[in-house]
């Protein structure tokens, strides 16, 4: 009695904390539009406005637009009003919405979004599980029993527990409840006593374990002519417990009312435990088609659909309740075939199809409605259920990814070239070139002579002079290069497809073709045609995003650049450099990728043999040049999550 009170109280604190917290919802949007009127002066404006039969959508839509309102409803409210209003203001107006029709505002800035509230629910507090209170005296080998509708199950496992003795259950006992209180007792004697005073026979088998059996059932069997025709006669008794042969197995049930019904048995055909159960708690019932699967049942105190739907599991079978009447029947009979249309909102419904397994759309038809992003879905009820579930699990808000890549290209060259270079030409020269910032001069032969006519004269040294087309090149140039480019592309894609990058460069060369056709006379054509090559930079970057923030990107960089030609009609050479990485890292962060470094190194040089290999002197016998160049490629990427 005493903890019937105490659950009744607290049922009663719940309901008064249900009150509270709507009082406190309500206030909290008085609130919120209270301080919104600054920003929003339409919400003191007053209404003037009767509606009946009016959706809740449309009387909305016209007080946003009388008073310049940014409202928003949800279009799952079902909800028609018939009031009148006059000289109401519009956040009074609201208010009255959400409270007599359920509702609550979601404000984002000075927009008001109307959507369902959702009462929360009762919290069911679980009474503490009774401990049962079983002893056993193993060297005396008595047995203390203090029972009150306890399970038979729990207790028969726990006395086989303490006393080590199998004690094993009949078919159709186990669901049996029962009460006795049996203290120091032998194990034997306690074991009948306690069959005895719940209508069990409990006999001790050969092999020594104990048997616990029904002694009768409390309804026996009633012949085909004695059966009563009164269901009112059926239900009279509280505890009206059947047992019938059902199919292949024994059918055992106790069915006191519609939410009330307990059925066990191993290989039940399902028609017959459906026509007694109805049959028993005045269900109406119809089979559509023939029913030949068959189960194993063992449920307690479950409710007549629960009953259907565990029995209905891994077989083809289904029903619609319609006025009050079961039909039952093959899920794809017509009258419990459904067509549904199902609107994705995150995703393209273009490859969900493919995604869903085809288990649970097996007897389904499902097509693709682009024009709406939708599928529609036509079978039996469970299946589509059951694939709008899984649907609603993968449309998720798929991530986009902004990717940033810098692209730094840095390039440095030096080449130097010196030497002297002295012959004879086809004609005379003339004296040319520059001193500064490079030396680069040409004598021809008067020059010569007059530079040779200020060496004459000097002690016992007197030159020749040299023949008119003679002539004179001497060279000292340095030349150094550097060279920068930056480029700042920007990226986007959505989460898991690739986003590709390419920045190239294309050069022609010809290709000539003769072609000679010899008849009477031989005649001879040609064609040239004019054919590219192409060197490029390509970035492809694969982002997956996680669920805390972090980015896991595949990343392929190619660049390739052209060389020299090895004649001048062939076609430029290339040179490349690839390369692949995973990396991991958090949103927003930048990283680097290098190491894309290229260094070459040439020299070349011709002269008097002999003569240009001797220290000092061979630079007036020989021409050199030596070039270097390094250039380095650095790549910085910056991903960020987008929803």
């Known amino acids: 009695m005493n903890r019937t009170i105490k659950n009744i109280g607290i049922v009663i604190c719940f309901f008064l904390s249900l009150n509270a917290v709507a009082q406190d919802r309500i206030k909290q949007i008085e609130t919120q539009l209270t301080s919104m009127t600054t920003e929003v002066p339409g919400l003191e404006e007053n209404v003037q406005m009767s509606v009946s039969g009016v959706s809740i959508q449309e009387f909305m839509r016209g007080i946003a637009d009388a008073h310049k309102l940014n409202i928003s409803v949800d279009p799952s409210i079902n909800q028609n009003i018939v009031n009148n209003f006059a000289n109401a203001t519009v956040s009074d107006v609201l208010l009255f919405v959400c409270k007599e029709y359920n509702l609550k505002i979601n404000f984002i800035g000075t927009i008001m979004s109307l959507v369902k509230y959702d009462v929360p629910k009762p919290v069911v507090v679980q009474a503490p599980k009774k401990a049962l209170v079983i002893k056993y005296n193993k060297p005396k080998d008595e047995l203390t029993l203090d029972l009150k509708n306890d399970s038979l199950d729990a207790v028969v496992k726990m006395i086989t527990q303490k006393s080590k003795k199998n004690v094993i259950l009949a078919s159709g006992v186990a669901a049996k409840k029962v009460s006795v209180y049996i203290e120091d007792m032998l194990f034997d004697n306690a074991l009948n006593k306690l069959g005895v005073a719940n209508n069990l026979i409990i006999t001790k088998t050969k ?89 194993t049942v063992n449920v307690k105190s479950t409710n007549f659909k629960e009953l259907l739907e565990n029995m209905f599991q891994g077989t083809d079978l289904t029903y619609d309740l319609d006025k009050g009447i079961y039909i039952i029947g093959e899920r794809k009979t017509e009258g419990l075939r459904m067509t549904k249309v199902i609107q994705l909102q995150y995703r393209s419904v273009e490859t969900v199809n493919e995604y869903i397994p085809s288990d649970i759309k097996q007897d389904v038809d499902v097509k693709e409605f682009l024009d709406l992003n939708s599928l529609i879905l036509s079978g039996s009820e469970p299946r589509i259920e059951e694939i709008e579930h899984f649907i609603k699990t993968i449309d998720k808000v798929v991530p986009v990814v902004l990717i940033e890549v810098m692209i730094v290209d840095y390039s440095n060259s030096r080449a130097n070239s010196l030497g002297m270079e002295a012959g004879l030409g086809t004609e005379p020269a003339v004296t040319s070139g520059t001193v500064y910032p490079e030396a680069n001069l040409s004598l021809n032969s008067n ?34 290069g550097i060279l920068r480019v930056k480029s700042t592309p920007k990226l986007a894609t959505l989460n898991g497809h690739e986003a590709t990058m390419t920045i190239g460069n294309t050069e022609y060369y010809v290709e000539e073709r003769n072609t000679v056709t010899a008849n009477a006379s031989t005649t001879s054509q040609s064609s040239r045609t004019y054919k590219s090559v192409t060197a490029d930079l390509s970035v492809t970057i694969k982002p997956l995003v996680s669920g805390d923030d972090q980015i896991t990107m595949e990343i392929a960089v190619s660049q390739s650049d052209f060389t020299a030609k090895i004649e001048p009609n062939a076609p430029p050479g290339q040179v490349s450099r690839d390369f692949t990485s995973m990396i991991r890292v958090k949103d927003q962060e930048m990283i680097l990728l290098g190491g894309l470094e290229e260094k070459s190194t040439r020299e070349s040089g011709r002269g008097v043999p002999f003569l240009s290999r001797i220290p000092i002197i061979k630079w007036l016998f020989s021409s050199r040049s030596r070039e270097k160049s390094k250039s380095k490629l650095n790549i910085f990427i910056k991903p960020t999550v987008i929803y």
Do not use: C, H, M, W
């Open 207 to 295: 092999d020594g374990s104990y048997l616990v059996e029904n002694s009768g059932d409390a309804v026996s069997n009633t012949p085909k002519g004695n059966k009563p025709n009164s269901r009112n006669a059926r239900n009279t008794n509280n505890r009206n417990q059947n047992k019938n042969n059902a199919g292949g197995g024994e059918l055992v049930y106790e069915a006191k009312n519609f939410s009330d019904i307990s059925v066990s048995g191993t290989d039940l055909a399902i028609d017959e435990v459906i026509r007694k159960v109805a049959e028993d708690i005045g269900v109406d019932y119809y089979f559509v088609s023939e029913v030949k699967d068959k189960a």
């Open 447 to 480: 020059s010569i002579n007059n530079l040779i006519e200020s060496f004459n004269g000097y002690g016992i040294l007197n030159l020749g002079k040299v023949t008119p087309n003679f002539y004179v090149n001497i060279s000292a140039l340095e030349t150094q």
